[in-house]
């Protein structure tokens, strides 16, 4: 069971080249941080050699945790890379092609080599059987079980190792789908079988094919990892809760996860944006980007009132960056945010127009950037940090790692001399690249919400964040940029400040003036108590558990919905017609910039949230030492046209509070190196915040 006075919790994220732990000691108001090299080949040897690293520095041993909150990238990258288990579908009969026809509709209607993104189940693996549910319910064909069971038997002798079942109008009936899959279940021993109705239980039957496909495409890897990890933690003297990041910013228990693994694509990108909204909260910005920059990717992240931005559907997997419909669509609520190939392992090349491309392709933690020394020779965003002057080489992760100043020169060397120009110009051309690619990444999707980026402040987060966002928040006219305390764990931080969380939704199409309330409130009961039972072990709700419920509308003909906010008396929507068709208007309007008028608003699904407790603890001091803030002064190229300048080298943990510094300036800490340019000023809060002012 979860302790509500729980006094020791520990935050692990795992990124792409860097996994970084976070422990907070409640009782004694301490906070301990590590950072170690992912393990690409099997993450859960690099969490353990962290998670060893930190007890050891606390002086605590494995069974004084009570609580450990884990965030990963492993379902990402295995849909990306297209890592996951051989997967079979079995659909309604004529229905087997729906995740390769997808909307027929082009992303770029003017590219004619556009790339659609391959299906993640091949033809020969998908089958069909003869079932049929009406729109309204209604089953018209029954199921034909043994039907299902040949086919299913075929696709395990084909090799399938998880089976997915997407049945038309599953969602309204899910009878045939869980008769089909008892009957799978029959023959199929462990092969583990996903369900559309209780992965994706939505309307659009493509999404919700894709999204049940991702599922069983990843839960045999997920349940595997999550085994090992667990029982490597157990065998380690952890007696504790394991609690997993998923996707929409709350936490939820392994059992939970085990079965919809599709819940945790955006696990690690969550923390980031818990993180950055924590600190606008405590900040009181009211309009905040969080920046989240690590070693493989950027995460950005708007931050509304404390709050950061949610969907209820996203696309994994693009083809083409930036652009809707050249993903794999999944249904799942998540933060809203938009993620690159942004990061200090970053490969520079030449195009084929010969000019610096930076990206997507990442050198990881291994072999990692040239100055890793450990065989990477192509140079990178952190090579070029490194040879302008930006990051101390005897610094690196507080001196634990040592980084090869000539190996990063003869990388970047290598591309300068492809180009006729300098070392240093070349190290400022991925500099300037990787940031306006990041800025440009912010600048569409700021755009795309109807805001202005002068009206934000910058929020850095992840060990490479500080060392870019003075120069990205000029390209955006921001004016304001704050580094957090312990900014290069911050996203492992964001996970200690999450909630347990469970979302649920149900499909019934009614007109506002026709809502059967009764049927509905009988649907918000159904998801309370789907909910209640699906957060697993570890986790009680109780009297300080929130309600949300929300209704997606839209125009009666319309397709596409948005997302209102219903007042709700516990878990139960509010009956008032009116209130909706306003809550709708304005949100239609919000998003559209118009509203149709005296045309009816419907409902397509109703939705519910139930979130626990915030968590406590998280008021611990910053760290402090009294050594000298100056480190003295290193020259650092900001360009061919400015040059070398010199700037001042400072020590974070013992900079003075309250007081103001001037660029150009460098601030080291263990985890992370904040470059300040020549025009800006900054100082340290009471918080341990750096708060810089840039001029735009």
């Given at each position: 069971m979860m302790d509500k006075n729980a006094q020791i919790r520990l935050g692990v994220d795992i990124g792409g080249t860097f996994t970084d732990l976070v422990l907070v000691d409640e009782a004694r108001g301490a906070v301990h941080i590590a950072k170690v090299l992912t393990t690409p080949d099997d993450p859960a040897e690099g969490t353990l050699a962290g998670f060893r690293k930190i007890?050891?520095?606390?002086g605590l041993e494995a069974s004084d945790l009570a609580s450990i909150v884990h965030a990963t990238t492993l379902i990402t990258n295995a849909l990306i890379e297209r890592k996951g288990a051989r997967t079979g579908l079995i659909t309604?009969?004529?229905?087997?092609?729906?995740?390769?026809?997808g909307r027929e509709k082009r992303f770029d209607l003017y590219d004619l080599h556009q790339e659609m993104p391959e299906p993640l189940i091949a033809k020969a693996f998908r089958a069909e059987v003869p079932e049929r549910v009406h729109v309204d319910g209604e089953v018209v064909l029954p199921l034909d079980a043994e039907a299902v069971k040949r086919e299913a038997e075929r696709l395990l002798k084909m090799g399938a190792e998880s089976i997915a079942v997407s049945f038309l109008h599953a969602p309204v009936n899910p009878a045939n789908e869980r008769a089909a899959q008892a009957a799978i279940e029959e023959i199929a021993g462990d092969t583990p079988v996903s369900i559309s109705s209780a992965v994706a239980p939505e309307t659009g039957e493509y999404e919700r094919t894709s999204t049940t496909a991702a599922n069983a495409y990843v839960r045999p890897?997920?349940?595997?990892?999550?085994?090992?990890?667990?029982?490597?933690?157990?065998?380690?003297?952890?007696?504790?809760?394991?609690?997993?990041?998923?996707?929409?910013?709350?936490?939820?228990?392994?059992?939970?996860?085990?079965?919809?693994?599709?819940?945790?694509?955006?696990?690690?990108p969550a923390g980031g944006a818990l993180a950055a909204a924590q600190i606008a909260r405590s900040l009181g910005e009211a309009h905040a980007l969080g920046f989240d920059m690590g070693g493989t990717t950027a995460k950005i992240c708007l931050?509304?009132?404390?709050?950061?931005?949610?969907e209820n559907r996203f696309e994994v997997a693009r083809t083409s960056r930036f652009q809707k419909g050249s993903g794999l669509p999944i249904l799942s609520p998540t933060v809203d945010l938009v993620e690159i190939g942004a990061g200090g392992g970053s490969i520079a090349q030449i195009s084929d127009l010969g000019l610096i491309r930076v990206g997507p392709q990442s050198a990881g933690a291994a072999p990692g950037p040239a100055c890793y020394a450990q065989g990477g020779a192509q140079p990178t965003v952190t090579d070029a940090n490194l040879l302008l002057g930006y990051l101390n080489p005897d610094f690196f992760l507080g001196g634990a790692m040592w980084l090869e100043a000539e190996k990063a020169r003869e990388a970047v060397s290598s591309l300068?001399?492809?180009?006729?120009?300098?070392?240093?110009?070349?190290?400022?051309?991925?500099?300037?690249?990787?940031?306006?690619?990041?800025?440009?990444?912010?600048?569409?999707h700021i755009a795309e919400k109807g805001g202005d980026p002068r009206n934000y402040a910058l929020i850095a987060t992840g060990g490479a964040a500080p060392l870019h966002a003075c120069h990205m928040a000029r390209k955006l006219y921001i004016r304001r940029v704050v580094c957090p305390p312990d900014v290069g764990v911050a996203s492992a931080a964001g996970l200690l400040a999450a909630r347990p969380r469970a979302d649920a939704v149900r499909v019934l199409v009614s007109d506002v003036d026709a809502v059967d309330w009764t049927r509905v409130e009988a649907l918000y009961r159904e998801m309370a108590a789907q909910m209640t039972e699906s957060l697993g072990e570890g986790i009680e709700v109780d009297s300080r558990w929130e309600f949300l419920c929300a209704a997606d509308m839209?125009?009666?003909?319309?397709?596409?919905?948005?997302?209102?906010?219903?007042?709700?008396?516990?878990?139960?929507?509010?009956?008032?017609?009116?209130?909706?068709?306003?809550?709708?208007?304005?949100?239609?309007?919000?998003?559209?910039?118009?509203?149709?008028?005296?045309?009816?608003?419907?409902?397509?699904?109703w939705r519910l949230t139930m979130l626990g407790p915030a968590p406590g603890g998280m008021d611990a001091a910053p760290l402090t030492d009294d050594s000298d803030f100056e480190k003295g002064a290193r020259k650092i190229y900001f360009g061919p046209e400015a040059g070398f300048e010199e700037a001042r080298v400072y020590h974070r943990y013992s900079l003075p509070a309250g007081r103001e510094f001037s660029g150009p300036a460098i601030v080291e800490e263990r985890e992370s190196t904040i470059v300040v340019p020549e025009d800006a000023r900054f100082r340290k809060d009471a918080g341990g915040h750096i708060i810089i002012e840039v001029n735009g």
């Open positions: 007890l050891e520095s606390a309604t009969e004529g229905f087997s092609d729906v995740i390769e026809i890897i997920a349940d595997a990892y999550l085994t090992r990890l667990l029982a490597n933690l157990r065998d380690s003297g952890f007696a504790g809760d394991l609690f997993i990041m998923l996707s929409n910013s709350g936490f939820a228990a392994v059992e939970s996860v085990r079965e919809h693994p599709v819940r945790i694509i955006e696990s690690g931050i509304e009132d404390g709050e950061p931005a949610t300068a001399g492809e180009l006729d120009m300098s070392a240093h110009d070349a190290a400022w051309g991925i500099y300037e690249i990787i940031t306006e690619q990041m800025a440009s990444a912010a600048r569409v839209r125009y009666r003909g319309q397709t596409d919905t948005v997302s209102v906010p219903l007042p709700g008396a516990g878990e139960m929507p509010v009956r008032d017609r009116a209130n909706m068709q306003e809550s709708f208007e304005r949100a239609y309007e919000r998003r559209y910039l118009r509203k149709i008028e005296n045309v009816a608003a419907e409902v397509a699904a």
